[in-house]
């Protein structure tokens, strides 16, 4: 059976390709399936923290990467009121052998579908296949997909292993758990980019304020984008509200929703309102997860990406933990003849790590350090931040998610 059904991976997304990547890269075939009839440069910006980068490396997308992002000099946290709290080197700057990226989210997926068509062959990446569902037996999975448009079917496919990594809102994920669903706990969050000139560093990636007060994380994707030196910026505002109702991943956001909230965020470093209003879209987003699987591998099917454990984007490592995911079950496979084995040990390894990260994303992510200044400071502004924690007690909470993350600098792969 080895010889005739392949891998399949339902989802061309970041799990779903770099998997297929590096499948490829140790003489594994296999298929990818992705619902959308292209892969368009969507979406807004993206962090690739080093151990993001040391997997995209690994892949030899490093030089593509670097062509189209900015490398991040520093990290900087600011309370409210646009008072300095603390600040660390990032990436290569922090002595990582990789850099830390800031990059169009839509790039980065249009670098990693380029390489899979190109190293796995373009008959190997099926676009238009959104799967509905599998069914499985002894030998292998059938998976089945939604007719095209017109109606026009999809034929079924028999593979012998099928991995999921078809994002948050998972087909497969739903068919083994049918009551899955996402927690939502009243934080929406609204994202745009705009034109703007370099704010501070023009390498920093910037937090304001905390999820108590509101939130903008702020950093630039783009360099010199209009030819006089402005940069495209990301911006996400997070705002919890207790009645908040889910925000719509389908619809486009509304200033007069959270633009009140940041009114007078002008500081003499950067005009908080401005930014956000040079957006030419607004994108809205719930922030949401999901709790803890009991396990992932049912037979010959298991998840990967979001798929298998969603996290509050607060720490850049959504993406990073689907290419851990990946790089992980590539070499299991590659080090097992017994397959079944390795989608074990694969599940042994990743689960319990992501559950970590999903759980720390939403009781101790980095912003608590902005959160430690306030309940410090009363939420008033203060006159100097080392009146009220020391700066390597703030270095201790930036550490400790690194290392639950793995991004530590001694951290083992
Ligand atoms: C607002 C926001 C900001 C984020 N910021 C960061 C960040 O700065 N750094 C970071 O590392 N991570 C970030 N993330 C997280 C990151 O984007 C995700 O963790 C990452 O994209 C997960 O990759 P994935 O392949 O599992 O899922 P996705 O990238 O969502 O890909 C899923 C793919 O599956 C396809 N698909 C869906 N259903 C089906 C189906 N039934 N059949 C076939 N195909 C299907 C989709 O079209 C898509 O191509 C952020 C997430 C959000 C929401």
Redesign the pocket.
């Known amino acids: 059976m080895r010889d005739k059904d392949p891998i399949a991976i339902?989802?061309?997304?970041?799990?779903?390709?770099?998997l297929a990547l590096a499948l490829h890269k140790r003489g594994i075939t296999c298929e990818v399936?992705?619902?959308?009839p292209e892969?368009q440069e969507i979406?807004?910006?993206?962090?690739?923290?080093p151990h993001?980068m040391q997997e995209l490396t690994e892949l030899g997308l490093q030089p593509a990467l670097e062509a189209v992002a900015i490398e991040n000099l520093e990290s900087v946290f600011f309370n409210r009121h646009g008072q300095f709290i603390y600040s660390e080197p990032r990436g290569r700057h922090a002595g990582y052998e990789v850099p830390e990226l800031?990059i169009h989210?839509g790039k980065l997926?249009q670098i990693l579908y380029r390489a899979a068509c190109e190293r796995l062959g373009v008959e190997h990446v099926h676009t238009q296949?959104?799967?509905?569902h599998f069914e499985q037996d002894a030998s292998g999975v059938t998976l089945h997909?939604?007719p095209i448009g017109d109606g026009e079917p999809v034929q079924p496919v028999r593979a012998r292993l099928v991995v999921a990594?078809?994002?948050?809102?998972?087909?497969?994920r739903r068919q083994l758990f049918p009551s899955d669903a996402v927690c939502f706990a009243g934080i929406n969050?609204w994202?745009g980019v705009s034109v703007h000139k370099p704010i501070l560093t023009g390498k920093s990636y910037i937090r304001i304020g905390s999820i108590d007060t509101g939130k903008m994380v702020i950093y630039p994707i783009v360099d010199n984008v209009d030819g006089q030196g402005n940069q495209l910026i990301n911006w996400?505002a997070e705002i919890r509200r207790p009645d908040a109702k889910m925000n719509d991943?389908n619809q486009p956001g509304d200033l007069d929703d959270f633009l009140p909230t940041f009114a007078d965020w002008r500081y003499d470093w950067l005009d908080v309102p401005e930014l956000i209003r040079g957006a030419q879209h607004i994108?809205e987003?719930p922030?949401?997860d999901k709790d803890a699987l009991p396990r992932w591998t049912h037979g010959r099917v298991t998840l990967?990406?979001?798929?298998?454990h969603?996290?509050y984007?607060r720490?850049?490592?959504?993406?990073?933990?689907?290419?851990l995911?990946a790089r992980t079950l590539a070499d299991l496979l590659a080090q097992h003849p017994d397959e079944l084995q390795a989608l074990a040990l694969y599940e042994g390894k990743r689960l319990p790590a992501t559950a970590n990260v999903v759980q720390t994303n939403r009781t101790q992510p980095p912003d608590a350090i902005i959160m430690k200044a306030d309940e410090l400071s009363g939420g008033q502004p203060f006159d100097n931040i080392d009146d009220l924690i020391s700066r390597d007690q703030l270095q201790a909470i930036s550490d400790r998610y690194k290392q639950v993350a793995g991004f530590a600098l001694a951290s083992p792969r």
């Open positions: 339902v989802g061309g997304g970041i799990a779903g390709l770099s399936f992705e619902a959308v892969v979406g807004v910006g993206i962090t690739l923290l993001a800031g989210r997926h296949h959104r799967c509905t997909f939604r990594c078809d994002g948050v809102n998972s087909a497969i969050t994202r996400v991943w994108f987003y922030m949401v990967m990406g979001d798929a298998a969603p996290m984007p720490g850049s490592n959504g993406s990073a933990q689907a290419l995911d």
